[in-house]
């Protein structure tokens, strides 16, 4: 028989971690519903009501739609080397924005029609917890963006990172290493969300 105990500083805690920006609302909501399930299912009998007055307000984007097919194209526009293959991938693929924490270059297999075309490429998501694939063109993106950091001088391998940071394109040297072509830094969700959220402003679709 499954134990399970449920005290009022749980629900603090579940408020306590949705104010985190890390964990939104919606995530802690589904956690709660988790817990309530298999207390029910144990017949254990709970002032539910009374939780959920102490779980974050989940947070409601009523005008958000999914951008038009001229929009996307509008988006890829923006002066970003990296826009291109992110917007490309994110739409095709159809994964979230987190995914971007994790995928490195190991993880994108192209598949071809018999030895020569390529119909697509398979993404393995989150370190290899599931999988989705994206179009030709996503993956010509892709490429296009790791063939441009090798002509600085990166080493690319397996262990990549998809998306790393701008580096300066000029022979000065101003005795760092930060920024340089040869010392990536990842680029993380958080980043690539503002870079798209820049991107939909300064081209003229938000």
Avoid: H
């Avoid at 002066?79 to 739409?91: L, N």
């Avoid at 503002?194 to 679709?205: D, N």
């Amino acid at each position: 028989m499954i134990q399970c105990r449920v005290t009022c500083s749980d629900s603090l805690t579940f408020t306590r971690r949705g104010s985190d920006t890390r964990l939104a609302a919606g995530t802690v909501k589904n956690y709660y519903r988790a817990v309530k399930l298999i207390c029910e299912m144990n017949d254990l009998s709970l002032n539910w009501k009374k939780i959920s007055r102490g779980l974050p307000r989940v947070k409601k984007c009523s005008s958000d739609r999914a951008p038009t097919l001229e929009e996307l194209r509008k988006l890829v526009e923006y002066p970003d080397i990296r826009i291109k293959s992110i917007v490309c991938c994110m739409t095709s693929g159809g994964f979230r924005l987190g995914a971007w924490d994790y995928l490195r270059w190991k993880y994108i297999t192209p598949m071809y029609d018999g030895k020569v075309e390529i119909i697509a490429a398979k993404v393995i998501i989150y370190a290899e917890e599931y999988y989705t694939f994206i179009t030709p063109e996503a993956y010509s993106a892709l490429k296009d963006w790791m063939d441009f950091r090798i002509s600085y001088g990166e080493k690319i391998t397996g262990d990549s990172w998809l998306m790393r940071d701008l580096w300066q394109t000029t022979n000065q040297n101003y005795g760092a290493r930060w920024g340089l072509a040869t010392n990536p830094k990842r680029l993380q969700s958080t980043a690539i969300k503002r870079l798209l959220s820049r991107a939909l402003w300064e081209q003229g679709i938000r």
